[in-house]
């Protein structure tokens, strides 16, 4: 953990606290810290700003409503937010009611997502570890992530194999994670 | 192949919600009752958050901020929609003719209000008592929470720094928060484990975590049954994705003060 993720537990934390005594200065906080994630997210899935700062809203409301949906011993507040903003924006792009409760969304280890640097540093290996991919598979990762597309989908789109698609799904997203565990293990 | 192995990959389907059909309602019933599938759900969750980096774009215009803190506003924790309670068509639509019925109505509304008024007052002392009670409680923690706060242990001048682990559980409600320093690194692939230690029955799961460069680690309120009484709290080394049950000797335990 860095320095900058050993300052952010607590500020979550105070966050989540305020957000579960109905401290309406706690959403304030939430929104400073994290508006920017949020917006991107779903300004990346949807294209349209209109849509995405609609979809801002609704996440932030969802847990002003709802605070105890997130569990802070699994996963951090930034982490949790951008999947429940990809999530919320693919529901609004396909039009579709959502397919995910948030209270079901917990999350197990992810980088902390509320530091720039940090964010800007993880987002390059990200970026590194997908430029690595082959193609197709990183196209059928991005087909399922920011476009919401179904495997039968993406098998349909793409002319692959059913299994070929799951495969190099599940693959694309260890791939990932082996990438940032190998930084933990390293200390970098 | 095992059950597991067979739902693998549609597990990282489902964590994008990319899996439909009768694939995903076999999938969330064999969830239902599987603790490892779940964890690994989990973990696959959180792989997904590393894509949402790559999105970059321009800060939300600052309306939005405006408009999110005025439906707070318009919108206290648990009461969703406010209900329209005009009545004015009503009123309109009786007439002359129901002024009798009005004026009986009209005193049973001044009475009711009188008894609104003395339950509105009641409620504002007594939210007024809880901000106060939140102010008091925040100043106390300030110096745990505040990242600018300097944390100091103080142990004999010729003992080397020893691990450390402090608790603290409340119980009523189901709240635990832990802090550890001076821990051990780990190899990989293993973390530590915190454990809720009953007064009656098994030790209960509280939280894996792994130090920092430090030593330094912290578990803020894991899922736990609700009320357990607490005996002790034990700390022992498990794989990274946790155990069920201690399968490694107990490393540090600690009963409460």
Known sequence: ?188 | MSEHEQYAEDLALYALDALTGEDRAKLAQHLAGCSSCRLELEQLRGDTALLALTAVGPRPPQRVRQRLLEAIAREPRGHAVAQDRSVRGWWEWLGWAAAAAVLILAFSLWRDNLVLKDTLASATSREAESVRQMEELRKIAAPIIDPEAQRVTLVSAKAPPQPQGKAYYLKNQNSLVFLANNMPPLPPQKAYELWLIPTRGNPIPAGVFKPDSRGNASVVNPPLPAGTEAKAFAITVENQSGSLAPTSPILMTGAGE
């Open chain 1, 1 to 188: 953990m860095s320095s900058q993720q050993r300052q952010d537990v607590p500020a979550d934390l105070a966050i989540v606290t305020g957000l579960k005594t109905g401290d309406q200065r706690a959403i304030a906080s939430l929104y400073d810290r994290y508006s920017s994630v949020v917006y991107a997210v779903a300004l990346r899935v949807l294209g349209d700003t209109g849509a995405a700062e609609d979809v801002l809203q609704e996440v932030f409301l969802q847990l002003w409503r709802n605070p105890d949906a997130f569990d802070s011993a699994r996963g951090s507040l930034g982490s949790w937010l951008s999947v429940i903003t990809r999530n919320r924006a693919i529901d609004s792009l396909r039009k579709r009611r959502p397919e995910t409760d948030i209270e079901d969304v917990v999350l197990s280890v992810a980088p902390d997502l509320a530091g720039e640097a940090e964010r800007s540093r993880a987002a390059e290996k990200v970026r590194g570890v997908m430029g690595a991919m082959a193609p197709a598979q990183r196209t059928a990762l991005e087909m399922a992530y920011w476009e919401g597309m179904s495997h039968s989908e993406i098998a349909d789109k793409t002319g692959e194999p059913l299994g070929t698609i799951k495969t190099r799904i599940r693959a694309g997203l260890i791939a990932l994670r082996k990438s940032f565990h190998a930084d933990r293990s390293t200390g970098r």
